[in-house]
């Protein structure tokens, strides 16, 4: 078992059979997170979900509300998992829980800004603090302009942030003078 995770085909070759598995998740040693993958039953880690949202979307990326909410920028608490993926992936089944929602995204966006963090042991995919902050502003009619401004209010009051890369983002993207602009008014 690959960090509490284990796929079907894991457990065939481990020589299980389909009733052994479905045994297994009756007994509550095993939960099934979508067809093919299986975690280990009262794994304890309060980020659990997050791990098996980039287990489901394993080349997409936490994004919007979802990492800011990770990187402790926003009091609001996302209703979905909010996963980037490149424009032209192919559309990955997504399970009834964790709810998702994915995002696809140009070569630009989806590129700029890749990052990833560790947790339990598994590799999460993630954008960094900056190119999250560009995206909530390229988005802030679909997520609300009072979640960016609190957003970059709480970057703005941090030590370890990073203007410039913040502008290199910014234009990169897109969002130069929108960003200025909400820039202009919390400074």
Same mark, same amino acid.
Request: proline share 3%.
């Given at each position: 078992?690959?960090?509490?995770?284990?796929?079907?085909?894991?457990?065939?070759?481990? +020589?299980?059979?389909?009733?052994?598995?479905?045994?297994?998740?009756?007994?509550?040693?095993?939960?099934?997170?979508?067809?093919?993958?299986?975690?280990?039953?009262?794994?304890?880690?309060?980020?659990?979900?997050?791990?098996?949202?980039?287990?489901?979307?394993?080349?997409?990326?936490?994004?919007?509300?979802?990492?800011?909410?990770?990187?402790?920028?926003?009091?609001?608490?996302?209703?979905?998992?909010?996963?980037?993926?490149?424009?032209?992936?192919?559309?990955?089944?997504?399970?009834?829980?964790?709810?998702?929602?994915?995002?696809?995204?140009?070569?630009?966006?989806?590129?700029? +800004?890749?990052?990833?963090?560790?947790?339990?042991?598994?590799?999460?995919?993630?954008?960094?603090?900056?190119?999250?902050?560009?995206?909530?502003?390229?988005?802030?009619?679909?997520?609300?302009?009072?979640?960016?401004?609190?957003?970059?209010?709480?970057?703005?009051?941090?030590?370890?942030?990073?203007?410039?890369?913040?502008?290199?983002?910014?234009?990169?993207?897109?969002?130069?003078?929108?960003?200025?602009?909400?820039?202009?008014?919390?400074?």
């Amino acid at each position: 078992m690959s960090n509490g995770y284990i796929s079907a085909k894991e457990l065939t070759e481990a +020589g299980l059979s389909s009733y052994d598995i479905s045994r297994f998740i009756e007994l509550d040693y095993i939960d099934k997170v979508k067809r093919g993958l299986y975690r280990k039953c009262n794994a304890d880690d309060e980020y659990n979900e997050m791990v098996e949202v980039s287990k489901i979307v394993p080349k997409g990326f936490i994004c919007l509300l979802s990492a800011l909410t990770y990187y402790e920028l926003t009091t609001y608490i996302p209703s979905e998992y909010q996963i980037a993926v490149h424009m032209n992936a192919h559309k990955t089944k997504l399970p009834g829980y964790p709810p998702i929602k994915l995002y696809f995204f140009s070569d630009d966006r989806f590129n700029t +800004g890749v990052s990833s963090i560790k947790i339990s042991g598994n590799k999460v995919n993630i954008y960094d603090v900056e190119k999250t902050l560009c995206d909530c502003i390229f988005y802030r009619n679909k997520i609300g302009t009072d979640i960016v401004k609190e957003a970059l209010d709480n970057y703005i009051k941090r030590k370890s942030k990073n203007i410039p890369r913040l502008l290199e983002y910014a234009e990169k993207l897109r969002v130069k003078a929108t960003l200025k602009t909400y820039l202009e008014v919390l400074i």
